[in-house]
């Protein structure tokens, strides 16, 4: 008996000290920093929440975009912070106020280095005065002066040193940016679990000349002039069936098996919107959360949606477990189908649409009366981001989705 006592009492002083040397993390402010090129790097801020004595929840803060990340492993030393909906994840090591290791998406082959630490609130140091307010609009081109120049429209507004806002294209926009400008020296960042965008330039009252990053794999320069009365090409004018084409034809599976088609007949007389996406895409995930909570309001039954994705996931298993972990995230009633995996070629996938004569961006979105005709194509979507033109969408796409269903 007083054997086992001593070997219960062992276990417990074991446990006791396993459970002293327990690592944790500090709760509250953090700054993340990624590696991008040309010795830049990408500032965000987080938050860490113990939930309990086990488990930790993280806030990543992007100007007013709260992203939720609930799905934080610990072992010994070792992190895992998986983001949610994309399959984007960081891995390291960690102590209680530090954290090193690397962002990764491992369907593209891309390892961004990643670090961070404890108890830093600003995003980017301002040691000196700006020397200029961006707030406004500017004309924007990309790679300006070459074949794979497109046009942005920059959208900021500063607040002492700090600046916030976005840039949109034809095809979207960069989501929710923010920074700060230090003499004439402006940086922008976003990081979302997908992307991790950093735009660098230096400011005048006029004038900007910068560079984009993307991750570590991407950058290209931009220059910017204030402007504004600058608008856009409009979304709705960039795609479009080819000729002797007025329907949209296609089958694809919703899971293993199982194709859906147009012609089913669930969609027969109904208006529907085919939504082309993929869940590696941010702006695809605004849309998607716009398209959920519209159909979550309306209580028209002539109205259904269609999902396409085009993923780059390498093997059909793991494209279709991307599509459910977004619908189970996000809560989408409606059906998603997977139209290709392995690439986001848009080239690829115009060939499995070939009514098409191109498509230009993700997301694009088609509208289809009632018989079956293709009544609209928009390119791209401008998410809550972008301030008044996203409430302006929400208006025009009720109002046009309600024309069509009233016919």
């Given at each position: 008996m007083k054997k086992f006592y001593w070997i219960l009492l062992l276990g417990i002083l074991i446990l006791g000290c396993n459970k002293s040397k327990e690592k944790i993390l500090s709760e509250g402010i953090w700054l993340g920093k990624l590696d991008t090129m040309d010795g830049e790097k990408l500032h965000f801020n987080f938050k860490i929440i113990q939930a309990d004595n086990k488990t930790y929840q993280l806030e990543i803060y992007n100007a007013e975009e709260i992203i939720e990340v609930d799905e934080i492993k610990l072992m010994n030393d070792s992190i895992i912070i998986k983001l949610p909906v994309f399959e984007g994840f960081i891995s390291g090591n960690f102590t209680k106020n530090e954290i090193t290791g690397n962002f990764i998406k491992e369907s593209v082959n891309r390892i961004v280095p990643f670090s961070a630490i404890f108890g830093t609130e600003e995003r980017y140091t301002t040691k000196v005065a700006p020397k200029t307010d961006v707030s406004g609009i500017w004309e924007t081109s990309f790679s300006p002066n070459t074949m794979s120049t497109y046009l942005g429209k920059g959208i900021f507004k500063q607040e002492g040193a700090k600046v916030t806002g976005t840039f949109r294209t034809t095809t979207g926009d960069y989501r929710f940016l923010e920074g700060a400008i230090q003499g004439d020296s402006l940086k922008l960042s976003a990081f979302d679990g997908s992307h991790a965008?950093?735009?660098?330039?230096?400011?005048?009252?006029?004038?900007?000349?910068?560079?984009?990053?993307?991750?570590?794999?991407?950058?290209?320069?931009?220059?910017?002039?204030?402007?504004?009365?600058?608008?856009?090409?409009?979304?709705?004018?960039?795609?479009?069936?080819?000729?002797?084409?007025?329907?949209?034809?296609?089958?694809?599976?919703?899971?293993?098996?199982?194709?859906?088609?147009?012609?089913?007949?669930?969609?027969?007389?109904?208006?529907?919107?085919?939504?082309?996406?993929?869940?590696?895409?941010?702006?695809?995930?605004?849309?998607?959360?716009?398209?959920?909570?519209?159909?979550?309001?309306?209580?028209?039954?002539?109205?259904?949606?269609?999902?396409?994705?085009?993923?780059?996931?390498?093997?059909?298993?793991?494209?279709?477990?991307?599509?459910?972990?977004?619908?189970e995230r996000i809560g989408v009633t409606y059906p998603i189908l997977l139209a290709q995996f392995g690439t986001s070629s848009k080239i690829k996938a115009q060939e499995k649409l070939p009514m098409l004569d191109h498509v230009l961006s993700y997301p694009t979105t088609i509208f289809i009366d009632k018989k079956g005709k293709v009544r609209k194509i928009h390119s791209g979507f401008n998410g809550p981001a972008t301030g008044d033109i996203y409430v302006t969408f929400k208006k025009e796409f009720a109002e046009f989705v309600n024309l069509l269903t009233a016919e």
């Open positions: 965008y950093l735009f660098t330039a230096k400011a005048s009252d006029s004038t900007l000349v910068g560079t984009f990053y993307s991750g570590n794999h991407s950058k290209e320069p931009f220059i910017g002039k204030r402007n504004e009365k600058f608008e856009l090409p409009h979304g709705d004018s960039l795609t479009y069936l080819k000729k002797g084409f007025d329907k949209l034809s296609f089958s694809f599976p919703e899971k293993p098996g199982n194709m859906v088609s147009l012609e089913d007949k669930q969609f027969q007389g109904k208006v529907v919107v085919v939504q082309l996406m993929g869940t590696w895409c941010p702006n695809c995930l605004d849309e998607t959360k716009f398209l959920v909570n519209f159909l979550e309001q309306s209580t028209n039954q002539d109205i259904k949606v269609i999902g396409l994705a085009f993923e780059t996931a390498k093997t059909e298993e793991i494209a279709f477990g991307a599509i459910k972990r977004l619908k």
